[in-house]
């Protein structure tokens, strides 16, 4: 080895390293990994990022599986991280022009339309949608924090009813 190398082998190893991104367990959860929401451990089965053309993700889905029974954490971020776990609602509706902006479910429960829009997805494990394709999302509030999703793909809807959960209550962990 000639003294010009080792003196470059000195140089490069003097430098530093440029700074990991930290991770972000709202975001980087992957399938296969386990959370804790509510004193409740699950397996992350499917994720579902939501995002618009050219714009970093603005919310996520995560299928959680504890045993045979199966609900969706749903991560909405803004300025700081919503979260809502959710379990899945039977139902069905035949165009999506057709969705009310006043829900009643079940004479009980009266919800109303938030917001509505359209969204990519990016899929990953065992979902209810393609990946790299449109989704539309609408978003409904009831009182007592009470919350419910409705999604449409090519014909094919996804309801989801729950509450505001605590992003402090969540325990994420790797899967190995």
């Given at each position: 080895m000639s003294i010009w190398k080792r003196v470059g082998s000195i140089l490069k190893s003097g430098k530093e390293m440029p700074p990991e991104r930290p991770s972000n367990p709202f975001e980087d959860t992957r399938v296969g990994d386990i959370l804790t929401v509510d004193l409740e451990e699950y397996v992350v089965s499917g994720k579902v990022v939501y995002y618009d053309q050219g714009f970093p993700p603005h919310r996520f889905a995560y299928y959680l599986q504890n045993g045979k029974h199966i609900s969706c954490l749903l991560i909405e971020k803004g300025r700081s991280y919503d979260c809502f776990l959710c379990e899945f609602v039977e139902g069905a509706l035949d165009d999506p022009n057709d969705v009310p902006t006043v829900l009643d479910v079940g004479?009980?429960?009266?919800?109303?339309?938030?917001?509505?829009?359209?969204?990519?997805?990016?899929?990953?494990?065992?979902?209810?949608?393609?990946?790299?394709?449109?989704?539309?999302?609408?978003?409904?509030?009831?009182?007592?924090?009470?919350?419910?999703?409705?999604q449409w793909q090519d014909g094919k809807y996804v309801a989801l009813e729950g509450r505001r959960t605590p992003g402090s209550q969540i325990r994420f962990m790797k899967g190995s």
């Open positions: 004479g009980e429960v009266t919800y109303d339309l938030e917001h509505h829009r359209s969204d990519q997805v990016r899929t990953e494990g065992q979902t209810d949608f393609r990946s790299n394709d449109t989704v539309l999302f609408w978003s409904y509030l009831a009182g007592g924090d009470r919350h419910f999703f409705l």
